[in-house]
């Protein structure tokens, strides 16, 4: 079993920038960033491979959001840019050793979650 725990949500202005980090107890080979606005489904924002190979949700998050990973540490990153209001959401942690590892992937295809950090971003 992996446990994952997000942390670094916050408040922030429009144009401010946050990094959120997913401690692991593992670091499975895929690990992604998903968000949910309430009332909406949940979407993935960026996933990213044990070998590298990043890959983001459109073209808009990866000119603001960069995803990495630390395997020594089993964590993983977000460091978001520029942010903006419709950027406000729970930031879920999500992995899974094998298979597929894009922002297509269906989230049922994650075995392990985290349980959310809130990112607020007033404009």
């Known amino acids: 079993q992996v446990q994952l725990q997000e942390s670094g949500g916050a408040t922030v202005q429009a144009g401010g920038s946050l990094r959120l980090t997913c401690l692991g107890s593992?670091?499975?080979?895929?690990m992604a960033w998903l968000r949910q606005i309430p009332g909406r489904e949940r979407e993935a924002v960026a996933t990213i491979h044990t070998s590298g190979g990043p890959t983001y949700s459109s073209d808009d998050i990866k000119g603001r959001f960069t995803i990495s990973r630390d395997n020594d540490r089993n964590s993983m990153y977000l460091q978001m840019n520029s942010l903006k209001p419709e950027d406000s959401a729970m930031y879920f942690c999500?992995?899974?050793?094998?298979?597929?590892?894009?922002?297509?992937?269906?989230?049922?295809?994650?075995?392990?979650w985290g349980k959310g950090t809130q990112v607020t971003v007033a404009s």
């Open positions: 593992h670091a499975p080979h895929c």
């Open positions: 999500a992995a899974k050793w094998f298979g597929r590892c894009s922002v297509n992937t269906n989230e049922e295809g994650y075995q392990y």
